[in-house]
């Protein structure tokens, strides 16, 4: 595979991982229940928000690169490193999946900006690393949460 086909696989990765997570987000946001419902219902949606941006900014610079992102629900998750909500998780178990998913998409984020760097391809390298810094900070702060 040659370099720039390596950076689109990359691409589209997280294309699908974020619009797998992008239901998921919903799914916890809508089904959250207990104590810490008003605190994780708020959170959810901030970060459902927040992968929104992720989602389209990695498709359009996919697009950019002549490349086509995935955009189907059922290619999204045939390529998705993550899984979708079970649906019957209760509210710490879905702040522990969302860590778990955070720190694999973080790990594919590294290797991507790896691939970009010998691909000579800068812009991508950058958004994978600003993308990653974000999901990095949400999972050290959503393990702070769990204690």
């Keep these: 595979m040659d370099r720039s086909a ?7 990765q997280q294309v699908a991982n974020f619009g797998v997570m992008y239901i ?15 605190t994780l219902h708020v959170k959810f949606e901030e970060l459902y928000n927040e992968i929104t ?4 900014a990695l498709a359009e610079r996919m697009l950019t690169l002549g490349g086509k992102p995935v955009a189907t629900m ?16 209760k509210a710490e178990d879905m702040v522990r999946a969302i860590v778990e998913d955070f720190k694999t998409i973080s790990g594919q984020l590294q290797e ?9 391809d800068e812009t991508t ?9 974000s999901l990095d900070k949400h999972t050290w702060m959503l393990n702070s949460f769990l204690g």
């Design 6 to 12: 390596a950076v689109n696989t990359a691409l589209n």
């Design 24 to 38: 998921k987000l919903h799914n916890f946001h809508w089904y959250v229940k207990g104590s810490q419902f008003f």
């Design 53 to 56: 941006l992720h989602l389209d």
């Design 74 to 89: 059922q290619q999204m998750l045939k390529d998705s490193a993550i899984k979708e909500a079970a649906g019957n998780e």
């Design 112 to 120: 991507g900006m790896d691939l970009a760097e010998k691909a000579g």
């Design 125 to 133: 390298g950058d958004l994978f690393l600003a993308i990653q810094g």
